[in-house]
């Protein structure tokens, strides 16, 4: 498998690097875990993306928190099916957990856990312990740890959890990943109880903003396991000196971030003279469409790039970004490695003549070769994935903590609406005159509240 650097703001948008990945060997640099059934889904589509790219040895372990049998029966299912016809995926850790104090969950009450909370909190110490063993066995310290977190009855558990994880890999990498809740109920939940929780779980914490799209979740699961995955495979460092981009990339765009990452993806098929017939069983890369006209694919992927600026390419609606800050773009392609080079070159090219480069100088931009299943299509598709830091205001988060305010106030919110540990949500608060703890024994309502 190939990867190619392209990087803008040097050497005339030369390429600068090119490097042949092997599939074999890479040392195991991620950790990932689902909080909850949404959480699991996600975790069970990166998975999945993963090993499509022959990549999910990369995993150390894979954690499906959520005391659900119903959940857990589905997902050891999933997994016995895919990992069963991958050999790269022997080696990852599985866990669960092992104390389930009502076969149905929490449902979507986040405070039902707290009559189990003893038992529970030893079961993730539990969890802990066997992530850190696989850490020893790996001989390799995570280097990055995703996590797909929520607003439902795992939000707490999950917060919890990654102060855990936190305490026991300080020098690593968290990326929490938020799906901001649509329905009533959840919101409800957030503004009055989970928002304060995570405020002081998730301190300083950059956290990837995520929304479920109105047409049906499966979809806005697959661009993002698809866009990390992409991340995960792709080559930012021209020394190559980071097991995972993934947490690289993170690093990078950190410096620029208010607390927030925003992400954006595009799908596009490709204009193909013939194909090979691709593999049914990783690695589906070994074998790669045969594309036609290099400059017109070349096109294409320009175009493609820029479609990720529109309003529907982005994952959480209203999240803005600016163009000064660095931003990270990967192309992922099913070609042959011998034909990626020209084609990055030519795309770079064709970027160049279209001015992205002088309207963002800081985005950087990776092809690699992966070749991603479509449901039950065998056509080819290419998959553009941009992420990038969020300053200031985020529009869903304000519609969930503030839904009552005006767009005047909102506006003069701006930079108070930042990452969690540096503001929480109060009813009286007023955007003119910030709040002043009172004097006097702290109360328990304000043990979370962070002051501005």
Known sequence: MSSIFVR?????????????????????????????????????????????????????????????????????????????????????????PTYVPLPNGFMR???????????????????VAQII??????????????EFMG?????????????????????????PILMLPHDHVTEEWTRRYIWEQYEDLLEGSECLLTAQSSSHFG????????GLAGVEVADFDEEGRTGSPLAAACLRLSTSSGGWLGMATVKRKMQVMRKFEWLRMPPWWRQYAAVGEEEELANSVGHAIWSTLDPPAQMAEGVNDLRHVPQEVVVSLPVHPDALEPLATSAAEALDRSNLFGQFPNMDVAFNT????????????MHI?????????????IEILHPDNSPDRRSARLAHETGFGT????????????????????????????YI
Not at 51 to 70: K, P, T, V
Not at 370 to 376: K, L, Q, S
Not at 388 to 396: H, N
Not at 423 to 450: C, K
């Open 109 to 127: 009450d986040p405070r039902l856990f707290e009559e189990y909370e003893g038992p529970l909190e030893r079961d993730m110490d539990n969890l």
């Open 385 to 397: 994935t941009r992420v990038y830091p969020v300053q200031g205001e985020v529009a869903p988060v």
């Open 219 to 226: 979809e806005d699961d697959l661009r993002l396991a698809t």
């Open 8 to 96: 803008p703001r040097s050497r005339g948008h030369q390429l600068l690097r090119t490097a042949r990945r092997k599939t074999e060997g890479n040392q195991p640099s991620l950790v990932v875990l689902g909080a909850g059934t949404a959480g699991a889904r996600r975790t069970l589509m990166f998975l999945q993306r993963m090993s499509e790219l022959s990549e999910i040895g990369r995993i150390q372990s894979a954690i499906f928190y959520d005391c659900n049998e119903i959940t857990v029966n589905y997902v050891q299912s999933f997994l016995r099916k895919l990992l069963g016809r991958s050999k790269h995926g022997t080696g990852v850790q599985i866990l669960f």
């Open 423 to 450: 503001y929480y949500h109060l009813e009286a608060f007023s955007a003119e005159e910030p709040f002043i703890p009172p004097d006097g024994p702290e109360e328990e309502w304000t043990q979370h509240v962070r």
């Open 151 to 175: 607003f439902a009855g795992h939000s707490v558990l999950g917060g919890r959890l990654h102060r855990k994880l936190r305490g026991a890999f300080p020098g690593t990498v968290m990326l």
């Open 133 to 146: 063993g696989q850490s020893e066995r790996c001989a390799q310290t995570p280097e990055a740890i995703i």
């Open 370 to 381: 992966a070749r991603f299943v479509e449901g039950m299509s065998s056509e080819p598709y």
